[in-house]
């Protein structure tokens, strides 16, 4: 078929869902635009060690165009998605307006903040790349800031380091930032008492890992306690500001460093785009991942809501893979007049690291914890990392961290003068 007469296929998103239904599409009887506001793709699993100073920013990134080079018919287009106009189905970019045939949206997931007052202003987010340099562009500051300072109650706070959010990102990011402190930072600050500094993670709910066994929260819960993270459980948060973290049922928490974890929901955009959302943000759609009543449309990962076994599919980056995939295959099923396939999830099982040597995973029914799981998560993690220099360059940081118990990336890039050295969320990155 001539080119321009094919189907046009426009993704929105290029993170797990909207690249995995690029290349599923890739070579089929269609014409894809991918379209995203960066011009890369994130493996966001890996965020918390570009936070951490373990690994740089392009570590864990990959060029967009690269990847899509060896397939000629998925174009790229760098523009942020504005609105969508699901009758002349249009899609207005801040490039320009596209028409498409299908469209496949997976915009993911912003920050939940459940309007507790102060949150989004005073937290710090881990969510793209920009938020994690920003974190650790902050975390180095405030030891910066905290070696010039006499007062000690001043340096305690500056070095309480508060992670809202028990679940896999802010226990990961805890365990990490325990041991930049307890490694490196310990030899590069001599002049600060390092038991003026604590991290401290806060949850809401009575323990941490909900979606784990219970087994592997309880090891999760004294692994982490046994590195020195002070751990808040059943602490619902209240109140955050610019000093200090509120909480129900617990002493307020001086702190000018909150990093929030606690919640995700789909990206807001879309609210206004006339789509059935449901309570947490995602657009509700029907088991073949079309959004009811627009059978062209189809919606993937973060953004998606769909239910399974009685429960909401959950936010990782496996569905929105799965999803991504399998709405490629519905649209060429839907063009060549096959029946349209209904997503199933096929859950391989989580995993999280606790630090150096740790770890905890749930794979098909069995759980294991400790070195194994740590080694197995460090494996899954560079196969799936896209990229042979990016594993190159993490695997090398990894056994410089390993062996000498030093962090690579702990510069404060772009600079920052010493006396403007800010607090969570003006920080720049
Ligand atoms: C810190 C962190 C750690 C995580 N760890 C894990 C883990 O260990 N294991 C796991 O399975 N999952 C993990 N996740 C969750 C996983 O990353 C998400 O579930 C997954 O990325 C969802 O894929 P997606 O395609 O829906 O969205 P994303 O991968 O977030 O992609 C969305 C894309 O849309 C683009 N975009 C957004 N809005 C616009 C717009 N208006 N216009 C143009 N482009 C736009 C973004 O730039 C992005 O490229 C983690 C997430 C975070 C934040």
């Given at each position: ?20 239904a690029a ?11 991918l ?26 990134a990959?060029?967009l ?13 760098m ?19 596209l028409?498409y045939?299908f ?10 903040f ?6 989004r ?47 896999p ?9 325990s ?18 500094s ?20 309880r ?9 020195g ?15 200090g973290?509120?909480?129900e ?14 919640g ?10 006339g ?19 627009h ?14 076994d ?21 649209i ?28 905890l995973?749930?794979?098909k ?20 990392l ?17 062996i ?8 404060i890039v ?5 006396d ?5 969320s003006?920080?720049?990155?």
């Open positions: 078929m001539e080119t321009k007469k094919r189907p046009h296929v426009v993704i929105l998103g290029a993170g797990f869902g909207g690249l995995h290349k599923a599409l890739a070579g089929a009887p269609v014409r894809v635009t379209v995203d506001r960066n011009n890369y793709h994130t493996f966001s699993p890996l965020l918390y060690q570009v936070a951490a100073a373990e690994l740089e920013a392009s570590d864990i990959y060029p165009r690269g990847i899509l080079r060896k397939m000629p018919n998925v174009d790229f287009l523009a942020q998605a504005e609105h969508l106009d699901l009758k002349n189905k249009k899609v207005v970019t801040t490039a320009r307006t028409d045939d469209l496949i949206l997976a915009l993911g997931s912003v920050s939940g459940f309007d507790i007052p102060g949150a202003e005073h937290s710090l987010r881990l969510k793209t790349l920009e938020d994690a340099i920003r974190v650790r562009n902050h975390i180095i500051c405030c030891f910066e800031r905290a070696a010039q300072l006499p007062d000690a109650e001043s340096r305690k706070r500056i070095l309480t380091f508060t992670i809202v959010g028990g679940g990102t802010g226990i990961e990011y805890a365990g990490a930032l041991e930049l402190i307890s490694s490196s930072f310990t030899k590069d600050f001599p002049e600060i008492d390092m038991s003026e604590s991290v401290v993670l806060v949850e809401a709910q009575n323990s941490l890992l909900p979606q784990f066994p219970h087994r592997l929260r090891y999760a819960l004294s692994h982490l306690r046994s590195m993270v002070k751990v808040h459980l059943g602490s619902r948060v209240r109140q955050v500001t610019g000093t973290v509120f909480l049922n617990h002493d307020p928490i001086p702190t000018e460093t909150v990093i929030w974890s606690a995700v929901r789909g990206t807001p955009r879309v609210l206004t785009w789509l059935p959302v449901s309570p947490r943000g995602g657009v509700n759609v029907l088991p073949t991942l079309q959004v009811p009543e059978p062209e449309v189809y919606v993937v990962g973060d953004l998606s809501h769909l239910a399974q009685g429960r909401p599919l959950p936010m990782v980056a496996p569905v929105a893979v799965q999803q991504g995939k399998a709405a490629a295959q519905n060429l099923n839907a063009i060549s007049g096959k029946p349209l396939q209904r997503f199933i999830y096929k859950d391989r099982g989580s995993m999280v690291t606790l630090g150096r040597n740790s770890g995973a749930s794979v029914g069995f759980s294991f914890t400790g070195f194994p799981a740590w080694v197995l998560w460090l494996l899954l993690h560079l196969a799936y896209i990229g042979f220099r990016n594993r190159i360059l993490v695997m090398t940081n990894w056994a410089w961290d390993y000498l118990f030093e962090r690579a990336v702990r510069m772009p600079k920052v003068s010493v403007q050295i800010p607090r969570s003006s920080a720049p990155f």
